[in-house]
Nanobody
Framework: QVQLVESGGGLVQAGDSLRLSCAAS????????MGWFRQAAGLEREFVAA????????YYADSVKGRFTISRDNAKNTVYLLMNSLKPEDTAKYSC????????????????WGQGTQVTVSS
């Protein structure tokens, strides 16, 4: 089992920045990818960004490209999502997920999920 715990969410003004963290514990896959997804009220969960544990192949949804940056720490047990130039439409619960193998933009291919952290951006 893998446990994922997100942190760093909060209430911010439009244009502000937040850095979300996702700490992984327990038994992780030997080769895996980490993804960030978000779900706004009344909408389906959508892909935000993903990266390999190795740090390779960062990939972003068009809606956040150029504003968000995904990265992992040196110990490769925590993945970050730096969110710049936040907009009200970024308001959502952000969850991290892990899957075995390569990066995927589909939530259906991720095996374990954190409970999420709420990001609210006011105008």
């Amino acid at each position: 089992q893998v446990q994922l715990v997100e942190s760093g969410g909060g209430l911010v003004q439009a244009g502000d920045s937040l850095r979300l963290s996702c700490a992984a514990s327990g038994r992780t896959f030997s080769s895996h990818a980490m993804g960030w997804f978000r779900q706004a009220a009344g909408l389906e969960r959508e892909f935000v960004a993903a990266i390999l544990w190795s740090g390779g192949n960062p990939y972003y949804a068009d809606s956040v490209k150029g504003r968000f940056t995904i990265s992992r720490d040196n110990a490769k047990n925590t993945v970050y999502l730096l969110m710049n130039s936040l907009k009200p439409e970024d308001t959502a619960k952000y969850s991290c997920a892990i899957r075995q193998g390569d990066i995927s933009t589909s939530r259906h291919y991720y095996d374990y999920w954190g409970q999420g952290t709420q990001v609210t951006v006011s105008s």
